[in-house]
């Protein structure tokens, strides 16, 4: 069964540093999109970041740039989001997500994804 493995979310003061994961089980990542959604409590879904399977174009939210990064590293089949400058609103479950197929660009549309994480929690908080 393909599942997907969030790891690095924690408690981080207000502009700390974190960095998320993605390892896929029973698959690799080189030819999917790769997303990070996160869900804050009583909001809804919101993407935060993509990365295509060709060419590695990024995409990312208003909220999220300039302070986040993805990156994929096909060689250790991971995707990172690393999260700089963390503000109390970047509280939040965050999931990884995967959608198979040669894409040059990619969306921050939940529906676009195929396989998706259980999430790791991200709070921040002084």
């Known amino acids: 069964q393909l599942q997907l493995v969030e790891s690095g979310g924690g408690l981080v003061q207000p502009g700390g540093s974190l960095r998320l994961s993605c390892t896929p089980s029973g698959f690799t990542l080189d030819y999917y999109n790769i997303g990070w959604f996160r869900q804050a409590p009583g909001k809804e879904r919101e993407g935060v970041s993509c990365i295509s399977s060709l060419g590695g174009s990024t995409n990312y939210a208003d909220s999220v740039k300039g302070r986040f990064t993805i990156s994929r590293d096909n060689a250790k089949n991971t995707v990172f989001l690393q999260m700089n400058s963390l503000k109390p609103e970047d509280t939040a479950i965050y999931y990884c997500?995967?959608?198979?197929?040669?894409?040059?660009?990619?969306?921050?549309?939940?529906?676009?994804?195929?396989?998706w994480g259980k999430g790791t929690p991200v709070t921040v908080s002084s």
């Open positions: 997500a995967a959608v198979h197929g040669m894409f040059r660009l990619c969306r921050l549309e939940g529906h676009d994804m195929e396989y």
